[in-house]
Nanobody, 120 residues
């Protein structure tokens, strides 16, 4: 069974930084991409950033130049370095693993979410 465990959320002042981690576990044969999504109260979940196995990266326009996504394939862990945080970045951040091959077949997985709150 694949599990994604997130850590690193918290409360930070505007302009501050946080680093989120997403550690995957389980018998994973391969994984296409890992990404971070966020959902603010009353809003739909949106993609923040994603990174493929070959390190291709996608960022939402709202975080370009401030957030950096990277992964350690040896540790099956993805990270989101968030700099110059703004109050509008406040949300629950979810880790996603896309197109994961296990003995049970192909599927996507989600973490439980971690709260990020940016005060003005």
């Amino acid at each position: 069974q694949v599990q994604l465990v997130e850590s690193g959320g918290g409360l930070v002042q505007s302009g501050g930084s946080l680093r989120l981690s997403c550690a995957s576990s389980g018998r994973i044969f391969s994984m296409n991409a890992m990404g971070w999504y966020r959902q603010a109260p009353g809003k739909q979940r949106e993609l923040v950033a994603s990174i493929t196995r070959s390190s291709g990266k996608i960022y939402a326009d709202s975080v370009k130049g401030r957030f950096i996504i990277f992964r350690d394939n040896a540790k099956s862990t993805a990270y989101l370095q968030m700099n110059n945080l703004k109050p509008e970045d406040t949300a629950v951040y979810y880790c996603n693993a896309e197109k994961v091959w296990t003995q049970d077949g192909l599927s996507d997985y989600w973490g439980q979410g971690t709260q990020v709150t940016v005060s003005s």
